[in-house]
């Protein structure tokens, strides 16, 4: 007879080790987020990997633990006590929890929508516009990644997980200059180049499978996105696109319906688009720097740590789980005796 652990060990993960690491990661982000002197787009990658490694952690430590027990062939069945070599709980474990991993990241995927390029004879025309724009040297990183699309509800934005593309809305481009599509079209490349819509992708995965640490991070995942929106914008200043002009086209942009999508140019968000244009207008008067020297990434420290907590329990003690493990069982044999 399967004992409980399979599925209690898996809610006692969700339920229970996820909140608490997210509750630690919450304390993290606050210190960071009170750092008002570096500004509101100080620390914008350790603030990702904290959000990130919330989730991603804890779930490879259970994960590694549980087939760290069944290859040891130390797990103890006890409802099958005499057959304690071969006991499939711990295998059963790992299965569950991707399971229920697999199960939670469903909806973040279907919710996913791509934008399709269109053929139509206006499309064609903001096509040749838009590879006109590109041949500008500060754009030329978008050479090959541009597409007009008739989306009604479309304005300018990056999609693609693996090979970022920038789709502008034919009715879009009708109502701004070139000044402002360039400038917009800036701000875009910078999502290119780092990767945005995966990277967003994997931040909405990282909180759909911690149910309760969602409540927690919420707030702080979107304040991350906001921060990394008006990084954007002062890549693209940087980059040389006017800052009135940006302002202009993201208001545009934001105008009711079009669409918010992740990685867009425009936001629904009153609160997020004031301190966009409120950095734009500023930016107006004051060429922007950028805040931090480059140097070494927290991801690199992220993967290395990711990596420890993946091998741990093959070369220490699996002492955690194996209590979970006893306890689950000891406590359905009470209940049924």
């Known amino acids: 007879m399967i004992g409980a652990f399979p599925l209690f060990g898996t809610a006692v993960?969700?339920?229970?080790?996820?909140?608490?690491?997210a509750l630690a990661a919450k304390g993290a982000l606050?210190?960071?987020e009170r750092d008002q002197l570096a500004g509101p787009l100080h620390g914008l990658r350790l603030r990702y990997v904290v959000l990130i490694m919330s989730s991603v952690l804890p779930l490879a430590w259970a994960f590694s633990s549980g087939l760290h027990q069944a290859e040891t062939g130390r797990a103890h069945c006890l409802l099958d006590r005499n057959q304690l070599e071969g006991c499939i709980e711990p295998e059963l474990f790992a299965v569950a929890l991707t399971i229920a991993v697999l199960l939670l990241s469903l909806r973040v995927v279907r919710e996913r929508r791509d934008i399709r390029e269109s053929r139509s004879i206006e499309a064609k025309l903001l096509a040749a516009r838009l590879e006109r724009l590109a041949s500008r040297s500060e754009l030329v990183g978008l050479r090959g990644r541009l597409f007009a699309t008739d989306a009604g509800d479309f304005a300018l934005g990056t999609h693609g997980l693996w090979?970022?593309?920038?789709?502008?809305g034919v009715g879009?481009?009708?109502t701004v200059s070139d000044e402002m599509l360039a400038s917009g079209l800036g701000h875009e490349l910078e999502h290119?180049?780092?990767?945005?819509?995966?990277r967003y992708f994997l931040l909405q995965l990282s909180l759909a499978v911690n149910?309760?640490?969602?409540?927690?991070l919420g707030g702080h995942a979107a304040r991350w996105q906001v921060a990394r929106e008006a990084h954007c914008d002062r890549e693209a200043v940087l980059g040389g696109a006017g800052p009135l002009s940006l302002a202009d086209a993201i208001v545009r942009a934001a105008r009711p319906g079009h669409r918010a999508d992740a990685v867009a140019l425009g936001t629904h968000n009153t609160g997020a688009?004031?301190?966009?244009?409120?950095?734009l207008l500023a930016f107006s008067e004051r060429q922007p720097v950028r805040c931090c020297e480059p140097g070494l990434?927290?991801?690199?420290?992220?993967?290395l740590v990711f990596v420890v907590v993946l091998f741990l329990p093959h070369v220490v003690s699996n002492y955690a789980l194996d209590v979970l493990h006893q306890s689950a069982e000891r406590a359905l044999t009470h209940f049924w005796s």
Do not use: E
């Not at 090979?163 to 502008?168: E, H, L, S, T």
């Not at 688009?273 to 950095?279: A, T």
């Open 172 to 174: 879009f481009a009708r």
């Open 192 to 198: 290119v180049r780092g990767s945005d819509p995966l």
């Open 163 to 168: 090979r970022p593309r920038v789709f502008v």
């Open 13 to 21: 993960v969700m339920l229970v080790v996820l909140p608490l690491v």
């Open 211 to 216: 149910p309760l640490g969602r409540m927690l």
């Open 297 to 303: 990434s927290a991801v690199a420290p992220a993967l």
């Open 30 to 32: 606050v210190l960071l």
């Open 273 to 279: 688009l004031k301190l966009r244009i409120s950095l």
